[in-house]
Structures are given as structure tokens and as C-alpha cells.
């Protein structure tokens, strides 16, 4: 039930202290007849009472207007629920898995690791379409998006040094493959997650994790270190692939503590739509009904004694 509830602008929810302050003021400090006691000196108080020109107050309004502001910024704070058709978007939303294939990572002891974790990525976006891209000196897309976990995992441990025979590493060309692949799939609200060790991170890398973020979608990284690595090989830069995956909107994690990318990939379909701004499309908001309801005790401010 939590999963299927959630507050579409939770920060509404801070005008409820706010006016259980106000509440608690007026109910010790506010007098009836809306403090005219204070204003009107006591004996032409004392003689409009004896003329009957003077009705005993009522503390009941300043409650009608605490309610009505509570159930005000409840409804403003957009209580929703998950809609149950919404897995018919899940063509919006899609996961690309980038895997480092470089020398530093491929003779560096830990490729199986990396091809292991990213199978576990792919089985953490659930319902969602995820494709793969290898690359190295280039980029290329493997695996188009698909729900075929099965031939997936064949694809990923097939992944090899020899994969991609271009030298090098340019995580900028995976990246802006893996925005075209995104663009040309029309997915709305995507994940990218790069495993690599941190090598070739430059300032089209960061442009390309900038633009990932500006389309609405978000880009994740993990590191994997090397501990075998060639004597010229560069060494793993965590700190760099975590200023790329901020830059990115996204987390950033490793193979070690993996946590935290798994964690984002795996978020279910409607809250991702609702990060995307397509809220509507994956939500049912029930705040128009509360806001409405405010309506009942403003009402009965205007209520007539007899």
C-alpha cells in the first residue's frame, strides 16, 4: 500500500505546523467578539450588553478556518494513488546499461564483477526495457531496449576485451549514444548507469551527463577498480564518476557498494513518471477532492443564528 500511495507535492505538508501554531494562539490568546473587549473601553461594553446590542462570541469559527486550512494543504500536497493501467507506459521509461570494455577494466580482474552486477541492473528495472551499450574507443549499442532478460544475460557475459576493437576509452561517445538510443526509442524519463573505472571522464562527458539530465532523464555510475591493472593504464577516478552521475541527476555507487544505483533503477514505473514531470499519466490525484472539501467548513462560517 505504501508503494501505491504517495504526496505529489509534499511540500505543502509544511503549512500544517504552521497552523497548528495559529490554532494554538488563537485558542489561548484570542478573545469572543473578535477582541473588541480589548478595543472598546468596559463601561460602554457593559452598557451596549445591558441594551442587548452585545452577543456572546463564539470560538468555533477559528476552528471551522484551522480545518479548512488543514484539509487545504492536504489537498494542495496532492495525496495520489497509483493508477492500475500504468504499466501501459512503460514505453516512456527505459534503463541503458553503458559497460566499460577498455583495457583498464577488461584486463583489470574485475570484468566478470561488472557483467554480473550489470545483469543484476537489468533484473532491478522490473518491467522496463533495458539495452546495453560496449564500449571503448567507440561506442556501440549491443542489445536494443527489450524486456528479454534470458537473451540479455546471454549478451552481457558474451561481453569480452575483445568486444569492441576500437582502443581507448571515451565515455562521452557511450553516453551520447546511449541519449540517441533514448531519443529515437521516444522514452520520456530514462536511466543510464556507466560501469567503468573512471577513464576518459572530460568535458564531453560532463556536457553529455548534462544533457542526459536536461531531457528528464538520469545518468548513474559505478566504479570498477582494477586491482590488476597494466603498468600504463590510468587509475580508477571514483570522485570523477561521482561528479558525473551529480551532474546527471543520478547515484553513483560501486561494485562493492552497488546499493544506491540499484536502489534508483529499481524505483517503480509511476514514481519515475511522476520525477519526469508525467505525474498525471501514473498518478491519481485526490487533492482536488480534499481542497473541495475545505469548502464544508468555510461554509458553515457563514451560518446564521436564530
Known amino acids: 500500500m505504501i508503494e501505491d500511495f504517495t504526496f505529489l507535492r509534499p511540500w505543502w505538508l509544511l503549512a500544517l505546523p504552521l497552523l497548528g501554531l495559529l490554532a494554538w494562539r488563537a485558542a489561548h490568546r484570542a478573545a469572543p467578539l473578535g477582541d473588541w473587549v480589548r478595543a472598546v473601553e468596559p463601561h460602554l461594553m457593559a ?3 445591558a441594551r442587548g446590542a452585545v452577543r456572546p462570541g463564539r ?3 477559528q476552528g471551522l478556518l484551522v ?14 494513488l497509483e493508477r492500475r ?8 521509461d527505459a534503463t541503458i546499461i553503458a559497460l566499460d570494455l577498455s583495457r583498464s ?8 564483477e561488472a557483467r554480473t552486477l550489470a545483469q543484476a541492473i537489468a533484473e532491478a528495472a522490473g518491467t522496463k526495457a533495458v539495452a546495453v551499450v560496449a564500449y571503448a574507443g567507440d561506442a556501440y549499442l549491443v542489445a536494443a531496449p527489450t524486456t528479454d532478460r534470458d537473451s540479455l544475460g546471454t549478451v552481457l557475459f558474451a561481453l569480452d576485451g575483445a568486444t569492441v576493437p576500437d582502443r581507448g576509452s571515451h565515455p562521452a561517445r557511450a553516453l551520447a549514444l546511449a541519449r540517441r538510443t533514448l531519443a529515437e526509442g521516444a522514452v520520456v524519463t530514462g536511466d543510464v548507469v556507466l560501469l567503468s573505472d573512471g577513464g576518459g571522464l572530460d568535458g564531453a562527458a560532463e556536457r553529455e551527463a548534462a544533457a542526459l539530465a536536461a531531457e528528464g532523464h538520469r545518468l548513474h555510475t559505478v566504479l570498477v577498480p582494477g586491482p590488476a591493472l597494466p603498468p600504463e593504464a590510468p587509475r580508477p577516478d571514483g ?4 561528479r558525473l552521475a551529480a551532474l546527471g541527476s543520478g547515484a553513483s555507487g560501486s561494485l562493492a557498494a552497488p546499493g544506491p544505483v540499484l536502489a534508483a ?3 517503480t514505473l509511476a514514481r519515475h513518471l511522476a520525477e519526469g514531470g508525467y505525474a498525471v499519466l501514473a498518478w ?7 481542497a473541495g472539501l475545505a469548502l464544508v467548513p468555510v461554509l458553515l462560517l457563514f451560518r446564521r443564528s436564530a
Open 47 to 49: 452598557a451596549l450588553a
Open 59 to 61: 470560538r468555533g469559527g
Open 67 to 80: 480545518l479548512a486550512g488543514a484539509l487545504l494543504a492536504l489537498g494542495l500536497a496532492g495525496p495520489a
Open 85 to 92: 493501467d500504468t504499466a501501459g507506459f512503460r514505453n516512456l
Open 105 to 112: 577494466v577488461a584486463e583489470g580482474g574485475r570484468l566478470g
Open 239 to 242: 570522485a570523477g564518476l561521482a
Open 265 to 267: 533503477v529499481s524505483e
Open 284 to 290: 491519481q490525484d485526490l487533492g482536488r477532492w480534499l
